[in-house]
């Protein structure tokens, strides 16, 4: 598998002198791929626009028939036009499309399993998000992650012919293809007869504000055999679509940057510019009763001015008993410096207790070559998560999990920023962080700041308005 990835992606190189950069190779590649795989799976491609009208042609002819087939796949309804919205050609030279196509032609994608196909662009998407850094980082969440999340939650769809799995974050896909990887692994890759298509068209949802991530999430999800539905739009600031979900996962995008004012929602009981309380809001809103939620949030939003009024309403309508708190390090390359929780809940109890894994502290910092993020860094704490995905068994405190009863957390404003252990690692000079991911650090907090200046800007301007 990484021989096709590495062919694949070795060619990007020659691409960039021909004005294509990482993003555009990726973006290209999945509409080549898709219609390689059509004619494989003879799905339905409008004639005379398919892989066999394209793979034998060279010159001016071959762009200019893609950049037709691009188009005449934009008008074709259904998911082709998902996939191809917006879509438009990005190579100069014919020859560069050539080789492209000739190596894509080379491989029978269809006669790989699923793991494999997926694998293999999944191997893309994260040679790109890692070059890209903090292009593509935005829309990419370690698998490692992603995969410790899915098995605590167990989003299993199988006998309930209404459970749908959903990302209003989705980026890439990656929560979406995790949750469906996990699922094949659970059922052995069969499926009742009575669940198969439903599951593998009604069951997985997501939405994203850019087209790029969409797109590479919708051919994601396709290399792997599923017809998700993701829409194109902002979460937060457009209007609720109204559809509950069993199981949300999600990692809102970090950062304040666009958020100058806090959306007009109806279903938001705070008023925050804060994007991460927000999509936690939303997310409150898009479960159903009973439904359960793994978001990642970034460590300000557990201590900030309006975070504190946020998890009281979430503790009032949900069951918040599990938070897990990331190693410094877990999203290098794409975010080095952020800190970041996982947070976990139903809705429908209230909150009793919460749990608190702490991954943190005196834990080396994880970096890309040295300390690579691994599975062992969770192992500890799916064990003490425990079998039940609501967060219902037995337990007991440990060195790194500790609970908190809910008068304690009242006790703190609902301030969740609870620690216990003395991080020694932070003492030993040989342990602190590199200046650029303190520096970060330094601008998270800041952010954080910025938020609640917002917030009271916001608040004096209403008042002002209310007195004219």
Not at 55 to 78: F, Q
Not at 126 to 155: C, D, N
Not at 407 to 416: A, N, S, T, V
């Amino acid at each position: 598998m990484s021989d096709v990835v590495n062919k694949l992606w070795g060619f990007c190189h020659t691409l960039r002198h021909d004005g294509i950069d990482y993003g555009d190779y990726i973006e290209q590649l999945t509409y080549l791929l898709f219609l390689k795989m059509a004619e494989e799976r003879a799905a339905a491609v409008p004639k005379g626009y398919d892989w066999a009208s394209l793979k034998n042609l060279s010159g001016t002819a071959l762009t200019d028939h893609y950049a037709d087939i691009l188009r005449k796949l934009r008008e074709a309804g259904g998911l082709l036009a998902d996939i191809f919205a917006q879509a438009t050609p990005r190579f100069n030279n014919p020859v560069n499309l050539k080789r492209v196509i000739t190596m894509i032609d080379e491989e029978d994608w269809s006669a790989m399993d699923v793991d494999v196909k997926g694998a293999a662009f999944e191997g893309l998407l994260e040679k790109a998000a890692s070059e890209g850094k903090k292009g593509a980082g935005q829309y990419f969440t370690p698998r490692v992650l992603i995969k410790s999340i899915v098995r605590v939650m167990k989003p299993d769809p199988r006998g309930k012919p209404d459970f749908t799995i959903a990302d209003p974050a989705v980026g890439t896909g990656g929560f979406l293809v995790c949750s469906y990887e996990w699922l094949i692994e659970q059922a052995k890759g069969v499926f009742d007869r009575a669940d198969a298509k439903r599951i593998k068209t009604q069951t997985y949802y997501g939405q994203d504000l850019v087209p790029r991530p969409r797109r590479l999430a919708l051919m994601n999800l396709f290399l792997h055999g599923v017809e998700p539905h993701i829409y194109l739009g902002d979460t937060i600031y457009d209007p609720f679509r109204g559809e509950k979900n069993d199981v949300i996962l999600t990692n809102p995008p970090f950062g304040t940057r666009g958020a100058n004012q806090a959306p007009e929602r109806d279903d938001f009981t705070i008023e925050t510019s804060n994007k991460q309380l927000n999509f936690l809001q939303h997310v409150l809103t898009a479960l159903k009763s009973g439904g359960r939620a793994a978001i990642v949030l970034p460590d300000n939003c557990l201590f900030e001015g309006k975070a504190g009024e946020v998890f009281e309403i979430l503790m009032h309508d949900c069951n918040v008993h599990t938070i897990l708190r990331l190693p410094r390090g877990t999203f290098t390359p794409y975010s080095q410096g952020v800190k970041a929780n996982v947070i976990f809940f139903q809705k429908g109890p209230p909150t009793e207790q919460v749990w608190i894994f702490d991954a943190r502290s005196n834990v080396p910092g994880i970096t890309k070559k040295d300390r690579p993020l691994a599975a062992q860094h969770f192992a500890e704490f799916e064990q003490s998560y425990g079998a039940d995905p609501n967060g219902r068994s037995k337990r007991k405190d440990a060195e790194r999990f500790r609970s908190f009863s809910i008068d304690e957390i009242k006790e703190r404003g609902y301030k969740l920023d609870i620690t216990w252990l003395k991080d020694e690692s932070l003492e030993d000079s040989d342990e602190l962080p590199e200046p650029q991911d303190l520096a970060a650090e330094a601008v998270t907090e800041l952010e954080a700041v910025v938020d609640d200046l917002r917030d009271i800007v916001a608040l004096v301007e209403k008042e002002e308005a209310v007195e004219k």
